[in-house]
Nanobody
Framework: QVQLVESGGGLVQPGGSLRLSCAGS????????MGWYRQAPGKQRELVAI???????NYADSVKGRFTISRDNAKNTVYLQMNSLKPEDTAVYYC????????????????WGQGTQVTVSS
């Protein structure tokens, strides 16, 4: 009933930029927070950046000053602008949303996207 679909991943050279998008669709009533996580091979999934409905943001130390998260609440969409990319940014990037669905206003649910591969290599 709810889908999060990421796009924008790919192969980029060190120092380059990419912009990821994640669009939510389906029976979404309200979104409290949307964020990006990543998982590199052999490593645990980690928080990259998150933005709440109030506009506050939180970034992993490793991406501060290079990545920027933004939201379009009208479109249930979150973006991640990634600049000055490094090989260590290589990972599968996942979108996550904490949201309410129509006709179930007492609960908040967490949904994940399917992931998009980002590879930083020369």
């Amino acid at each position: 009933q709810v889908q999060l679909v990421e796009s924008g991943g790919g192969l980029v050279q060190p120092g380059g930029s990419l912009r990821l998008s994640c669009a939510g669709s389906g029976s979404i009533f309200s979104i409290r927070a949307m964020g990006w996580y990543r998982q590199a091979p052999g490593k645990q999934r980690e928080l990259v950046a998150i933005e709440t409905s109030g506009g506050s943001t939180n970034y992993a130390d490793s991406v501060k000053g290079r990545f920027t998260i933004s939201r379009d609440n009208a479109k249930n969409t979150v973006y991640l602008q990634m600049n000055s990319l490094k090989p260590e940014d290589t990972a599968v990037y996942y979108c996550k949303a904490e949201l309410q669905v129509h006709r179930d206003y007492d609960h908040w649910y967490q949904y994940w996207g399917q992931g998009t591969q980002v590879t930083v290599s020369s």
